[in-house]
C-alpha cells in the first residue's frame, strides 16, 4: 500500500458522476465486508446501489475519494431526495486505507460542499463503538444530540446522532 505521503498528494475529490458507475460499484463489492457493514449500513453494498448513485438524476450529493481512478472512499449529504432540509453526512472509506487521513480528509471536503450548497446544518447517525469515527466528527465540531440502544449485528450498541451548525 502508499504511504501516506504518497497518498495525500495523489488523492483528489469529486462528484459521483455516471462515467464513475463501474469503479463506485468495484468500491461497494470490495467493502462489502463485515468490518465495514457493521458500522456503515445505510444502502446495500451493490452494483445496483452503485448505479443508482452514479446514473440516477437526484438532489442528494454522493463524493469520491479518488486514487488514480480508484474510488477509495465515498462521503454524502442526503435526504434532499426524501424530503429532509437538513441532510445526512455519512462517510466509508476502504477498509484498505484506514488509518491513513482519508476519512479526515472527506469529512473535511464534505462538509465544505455542504457550505458551497447554504446548508445550515449537516447532521449523521454513528454508532458508538465506531470509537474512531466518534472521536473524528466530535474533532470537526459536531455536538452529540442524542443516543438510543440498538442491536448491531446481534451485539447491543448505541446509535449516537450528532449536529454540527455550519457558517453561512
Not at 461497494?28 to 452494483?47: A, G, H, L, R, W
Not at 472527506?106 to 450548497?117: C, E, G, K, P, S
Not at 472521536?135 to 446522532?161: N, P, T
Request: charged share 25%.
Amino acid at each position: 500500500m502508499r504511504n501516506t505521503e504518497s497518498l495525500s498528494k495523489n488523492m483528489y475529490f469529486d462528484e459521483i458522476r455516471p462515467k464513475h458507475s463501474s469503479a463506485l460499484a468495484r468500491f461497494m463489492q470490495e467493502n462489502d465486508v463485515p468490518e465495514i457493514v457493521k458500522t456503515f449500513n445505510p444502502f446495500p453494498m451493490t452494483s445496483e446501489t452503485a448505479k443508482k448513485i452514479a446514473c440516477t438524476p437526484r438532489r442528494d450529493h454522493y463524493y469520491g475519494a479518488f486514487l488514480d481512478e480508484r474510488i477509495i472512499g465515498l462521503s454524502m449529504l442526503r435526504g434532499w431526495d426524501e424530503g429532509y432540509t437538513v441532510p445526512s453526512f455519512g462517510i466509508m472509506v476502504d477498509h484498505r486505507f484506514h488509518s491513513k487521513g482519508v476519512g479526515k480528509r472527506m469529512l473535511d471536503y464534505t462538509i465544505q460542499q455542504a457550505v458551497r450548497l447554504d446548508c445550515q446544518h449537516v447532521r449523521l447517525s454513528v454508532f458508538a463503538s465506531n470509537r474512531t469515527a466518534v472521536y473524528l466528527y466530535a474533532s470537526r465540531g459536531f455536538i452529540e444530540e442524542s443516543r438510543e440502544s440498538v442491536l448491531l449485528m446481534g451485539e447491543s450498541d448505541e446509535k449516537i446522532i450528532m449536529f454540527k451548525e455550519l457558517c453561512a
